[in-house]
C-alpha cells in the first residue's frame, strides 16, 4: 500500500535528522529481507488467521504482513521477531506479540479517512501497522528515548503520516482532537477522561485497563456524547506511567 506523504515531526527532541544520525539503520542482505518476508507471512498464517483468534480484515492482514516488524526491535532480538509474543525494546518496555496488535487494530475498525490518537508509541510498531491503514497516526510517548528512536525509525521506514510526541498521553493531543479512533497500549487504572472527551461522535477507543495483576482489554464507543464499553479479553500491558499512574 502507497504510503502518504506528509512530513514526520518530533516533538521535545532536537531533531529528527540529528536522532537518525545516532540511529544507523541496520544493514541487512536480500537474503535476510527474503527470510524476514517468508516470517512475517508465516505470522500471519499461523498466528493470525487461525480457527482460533479468527483476524479477519484483510486489511489488517495485509498491514500486519506488510510491516517490518524486525525493523522495531532490538538487532539482538531479530531472529524472534516474528514468533508469537512480546520482546523487550529497552527502558522496561516492550513491543506488542503481533497478535494483540492485530487484534487491536481490527476492533478498532480503522478507515483510510481517519485520524488517529495512540498512547504509548514504544517500538513505533503499532504506529506503523495503523499507519498502513489510516490518514494520520499521532502517537505520544512518555519515554523521550523510546519517542526519539521511534520517530527516526518511522521516518527511516517511510512511514511519513505518523507523528511522534514525547509527553504524558493521559491528557492526549488536544491541539489535534477530536480523534476517529484512540488507541492506548499501556495500562492505566481507570479510563482517562481527556481521552474520552477527545475521541469523536461515533468514535472508538482500545484500552487495556486494570493492575498489572488483573487488566482487561476493553472497546469504548461514543454515540450522541453517551460511552459504552466492553471487555474483550484479559490482557497484560506494561502500567502508564505520569498522570495516568499518579491519580
Known sequence: MQKKCLDISLWQADSTAAIASHLPAMKTTKT??????IARARMVAGQLATPTR???????????????????????????????????IGHGQTISQPYIVALMTEQ????????????????????????????????????EPLAARAAADLQRLGYANVFVRSGDGYQGWPEQAPFDAVIVTCAPEHIPQPLVNQLKDGGRMLIPVG?????????????????TQCAVLPVRFVPMTGQGHDR
Open 108 to 143: 478498532l475498525r480503522p478507515h483510510p479517512t481517519h485520524h488517529v490518537l495512540e498512547i504509548g508509541t514504544g517500538s513505533g510498531y503499532q504506529a506503523a501497522v495503523l499507519a498502513q491503514l489510516v490518514r494520520h497516526v499521532y502517537s505520544i510517548e512518555i519515554i
Open 54 to 88: 479468527c483476524i479477519s480484515d484483510h486489511r489488517v492482514l495485509q498491514a500486519m504482513a506488510a510491516v517490518p516488524r524486525h525493523e522495531f526491535v532490538p538487532e539482538s532480538q531479530r531472529h524472534l521477531a516474528y514468533d508469537d509474543g512480546p520482546l523487550p
Open 211 to 227: 493492575p498489572p495483576q488483573d487488566q482487561k482489554l476493553y472497546v469504548l464507543e461514543k454515540q450522541r456524547g453517551m460511552v
Open 32 to 37: 535476510d529481507e527474503a527470510s524476514f518476508a
